[in-house]
């Protein structure tokens, strides 16, 4: 699969993420607790479950509170991801293999990885059980397993995907198959699809479809697509300031957005898909397609579901400023699986980690947990192979911008940024326990204004 666009600028964002490490949180390797080591084969002084984003970057921020031989990572996967490249990757942008790593290669060095699936946890016993037949103990536990995709509860899928002309930026299995679609494009619907239930990165069943855009506009083929985002949603964004940005776009760009329309079946073999109005349950339409970008309906992954550490959805019940659980103090969640009433990506783990990391400190030390998370989240809504709108907001959904320009605005620096420096930071500072978000960077420009 050849890259549309080629990697650009390398030397230009190591440079500005050299600039921006300089502001990371320097821990260095104090070590905060100094009690006895309880580490053995099946107790962690700091246990943590899911091996992704959240996971691995508490792992490295515990390691170097605790001692790396007093952690373990539960993660039952070869390969880790940085998925927000996917987005990327569906358009032709990046190559796949740009996007995943060993997972050996982001534990950190010293920490136990326990390579299995977490089947059942026990607070009550501060232990969890896995697949292999273990049982693990713990003093302090974080649970970082991550949000879980149901293609399954759409009608055709997964099995769908076999067929052409069909493809989701969601899984490592099917995102090629966004691009391979995109390719094959003749002429008729190009149809974008988002589901009634939470998900993470809002934004990205919409980015892919921009793209697509761009891309028929590129190949010649714009005036043979009809360009359709089918969402379960009554809105495009949650927070104004960029719905209205996005609003403009749809209209310059003459793309239709459907309200209330949700995903229920794909008859892939005869390429047509079925939504049901939402306003008028029972109601069904079928659309004809020439290309299908699913999102997929996601949930709390099923361990956590009828655990005893799960709310009455399914997620990991915490407070929303520390971060800590509400009714088991030596447990703390972390990322897509929590309640956190955040919208779900990688830049909010970021900021979530900076925030965790003070409140386990203050936890171990027999102290109240002070400082606060605000709900920090970013979504780059990508419009195009070298425009990005930056969306960063709050629990309030308010806009809460690191640059002193308005970020509403398409750029190319914040595409670039998108596609290339935040790999890089992802890898090189956040993975490693240094990246907390942006927030001194936002007080930085903010002093330099006043
Ligand atoms: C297409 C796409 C585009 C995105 N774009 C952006 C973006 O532009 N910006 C952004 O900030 N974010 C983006 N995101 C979202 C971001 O990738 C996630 O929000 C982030 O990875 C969440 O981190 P996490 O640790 O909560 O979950 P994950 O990183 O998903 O990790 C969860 C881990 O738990 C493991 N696990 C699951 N079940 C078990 C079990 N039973 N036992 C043990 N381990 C288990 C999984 O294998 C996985 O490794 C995007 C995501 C996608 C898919």
């Known amino acids: 699969m050849a890259p549309l666009v ?10 500005f993420a050299c600039f921006l490490r300089l502001g990371t949180q320097q821990t260095g390797s104090l070590q905060l607790h100094t ?91 501060n232990s969890v059980h896995t697949d292999n037949g273990k049982e693990i103990f713990y003093k302090y536990l974080i649970i970082a397993l991550g949000i879980q995709l149901d293609y399954e509860k759409i009608k055709g899928l997964p099995e769908g995907f076999a067929h052409p002309k069909i493809g989701s930026n969601y899984s490592v299995k099917t995102v090629e198959k966004t691009w391979k679609a995109l390719q094959d494009f003749k002429e008729g619907n190009a149809i974008f699809t988002f589901p009634n239930t939470p998900v993470k990165c809002a ?60 995903l229920i079946e794909v008859r892939a073999d005869k390429q047509e898909a079925v939504f049901e109005n939402l306003d008028k349950p029972g109601e069904t339409q079928v659309f004809s397609y020439e290309m299908l ?13 009828t655990s005893p550490v799960a709310d009455a959805a399914g997620w990991v019940d915490v407070d929303k400023e520390t971060l800590q659980h509400k009714k088991y103090m030596n447990v703390f969640g972390i990322g897509d699986c929590t309640n956190l009433p955040t919208s779900k990506t990688a830049a909010a783990v970021a900021a979530q980690s900076g925030i965790l990391d003070r409140t386990i400190s203050l936890i171990m030390k027999n102290q109240i947990p ?47 940024m998108k596609a290339d420096l935040m790999p890089f930071l992802y890898w090189n500072v956040m993975l490693r326990g240094y990246w907390g978000g942006p927030a001194f960077l936002r007080k930085l420009f903010h002093l330099g204004m006043s």
């Not at 080629?6 to 440079?15: C, D, G, I, K, Q």
């Not at 001692?67 to 032709?92: D, K, M």
């Not at 990508?382 to 930056?390: A, D, E």
Request: net charge positive.
């Open 203 to 262: 934004g990205a069943p919409q980015k892919i479809m921009y793209l697509s855009e761009a891309y028929f506009r590129k190949t010649g083929k714009r005036s043979k697509a009809n360009i359709i985002f089918n969402t379960a949603l009554g809105t495009i964004f949650g927070v104004k300031k960029y719905a209205d940005a996005l609003q403009e776009i749809i209209q310059e760009r003459n793309l239709t957005v459907n309200y209330k329309q949700n």
């Open 35 to 125: 009690g006895a080591s309880c580490a053995s084969k099946n107790h962690y002084e700091v246990l943590v479950l899911g091996g992704g984003s959240g996971g691995i970057t508490m792992a490295a921020r515990m390691k170097r509170k605790v001692g790396a031989e007093n952690v373990a990572i539960v993660e039952p996967s070869e390969r880790h991801f940085y998925q927000p490249i996917w987005t990327l990757v569906g358009a032709g942008a990046k190559q796949l293999s740009f996007s995943g790593r060993p997972t050996a290669s982001v534990i950190p060095s010293g920490v136990e990885w326990i390579k299995a699936r977490v089947v059942e946890l026990n607070p009550d016993k």
């Open 293 to 305: 970008h699913v999102t997929p309906p996601m949930s709390s992954p099923d361990v956590l579901k």
């Open 6 to 15: 080629t990697v650009v600028s390398s030397p230009r964002a190591r440079l």
């Open 370 to 416: 002070k400082k606060k998370y605000d709900g920090y989240t970013s979504c780059p809504l990508v419009t195009g192979y070298n425009r990005v709108i930056l969306a960063e907001f709050d629990y309030k959904a308010q806009p809460l911008e690191t640059f002193p320009f308005d970020q509403s605005k398409e750029r190319l620096s914040m595409y670039l």
